[in-house]
């Protein structure tokens, strides 16, 4: 067969700020499915920060390197089944990497519904909303009438966790970068305060956006901005601890947060890590809770999708720098 499955490669493990050259663009022969396999066609790739994150050493899945073909997951098509638990085409979302098309076992893959649009299957319906839903409220446990903050909260992470942070009857600050993406999350997203990082002395500026201070911090973000909500949180806070952004994208920092741990012992606080598939086996009743908030409007969905597979490094680039709203996507057919 011929070499008509395009690939983006990893070329370079990157040292500090993630960039084109380190990844390249080749061709492979499309790969054939054995028994209990399937062969999938990518429709969207999803855009994570952590994608960033598995360049620079183990995390839940082992490091990248150089050589490999990116890794991702993909929302995609079933194009040859050798399975019985799967047919020709039915979609799945799969680690199939940055590539046109994949070859992986069939038991790993689980049967998606054909709703629309499809692209909900990758950002509320997918990783990010049962991310935020499950990390809002099995981590940070937030109660009606408290504040809730949320960093990268323009993010398709973050986007989320605010508004159900909202539905749940909370007062909502969101942290993003500029005051564009913060007007939006005040505007369309029903935010009640917003604070610019970008815009100078974070600590002071949530002072002033939590006049009652904060009881819960969901923190997608880590570095400065978790030490600025340190300082700002109750007796008895709770922080869902999701994501480090800020941390991903560049040489290992010097040093931690100041505050930790005294403002942890003093305030009482909690600091809960979580990772989303710690609780999948609750998926089904997160989802349909999420279906029913999306149908009804409350909870908006905001996406952001690129065409091309050959956008894909630049997307993750753009990603990291801050230029998405809500969940990114590459639409590959
Ligand atoms: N624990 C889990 O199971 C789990 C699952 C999925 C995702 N996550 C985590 O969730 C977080 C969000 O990931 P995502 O994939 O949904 O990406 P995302 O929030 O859609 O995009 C990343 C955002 O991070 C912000 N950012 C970048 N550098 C930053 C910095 N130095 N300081 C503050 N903000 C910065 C940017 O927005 P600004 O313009 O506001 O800077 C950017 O839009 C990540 O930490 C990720 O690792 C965790």
Not at 260 to 283: A, E, H
Request: glycine share 12%; aromatic share 6%.
């Amino acid at each position: 067969m011929a070499d008509d499955n395009r690939q983006i490669v990893l070329a370079e493990i990157p040292q500090g700020k993630l960039a084109a050259h380190h990844f390249a663009v080749t061709q492979a022969p499309r790969p054939t499915p054995g028994d209990g396999e399937v062969l999938l066609r990518a429709l969207y790739v999803s855009l994570d920060a952590a994608n960033r994150a598995w360049m620079q050493g183990a995390t839940y899945r082992s490091a990248l390197k150089a050589g490999d073909v990116m890794a991702g997951g993909a929302l995609a098509e079933v194009v040859e089944s050798r399975s019985d638990s799967l047919s020709k085409g039915d979609l799945v979302f799969a680690d199939t990497g940055w590539q046109e098309w994949a070859v992986l076992p069939a038991r790993h893959l689980t049967r998606l519904p054909k709703l629309a649009p499809l692209t909900h299957l990758l950002s509320v319906y997918g990783v990010a909303g049962l991310t935020a839903y499950f990390g809002l409220l099995e981590c940070g446990r937030p109660k009606a009438g408290e504040t809730v903050v949320v960093s990268a909260a323009a993010g398709s992470v973050g986007s989320i966790v605010g508004q159900i942070a909202k539905i749940k009857g909370c007062r909502v600050v969101g942290i993003a970068g500029g005051a564009e993406k913060c007007a939006l999350l005040e505007r369309e997203l029903g935010f009640d305060a917003t604070v610019d990082y970008k815009a100078g002395d974070t600590r002071r500026a949530l002072r002033a956006a939590c006049p009652n201070g904060i009881d819960v911090y969901f923190d997608n973000v880590g570095g400065d901005i978790l030490e600025a909500c340190l300082f700002n949180m109750n007796n008895h806070g709770r922080i869902a601890c999701c994501g480090a952004v800020s941390q991903y994208d560049g040489a290992a920092p010097a040093h931690g947060p100041r505050g930790v741990p005294g403002l942890i012992v003093t305030k009482r606080l909690t600091l809960t890590g979580f990772v989303v598939m710690d609780f999948y086996d609750q998926q089904a009743a997160a989802l349909q809770t999420l279906k029913g908030w999306v149908e009804s409007g409350e909870l908006k969905v905001r996406e952001d999708v690129i065409e091309g597979l050959e956008n894909l490094p630049a997307a993750l680039i753009g990603l990291l720098a801050g230029e998405n709203v809500g969940k990114r996507m590459v639409k590959v057919v």
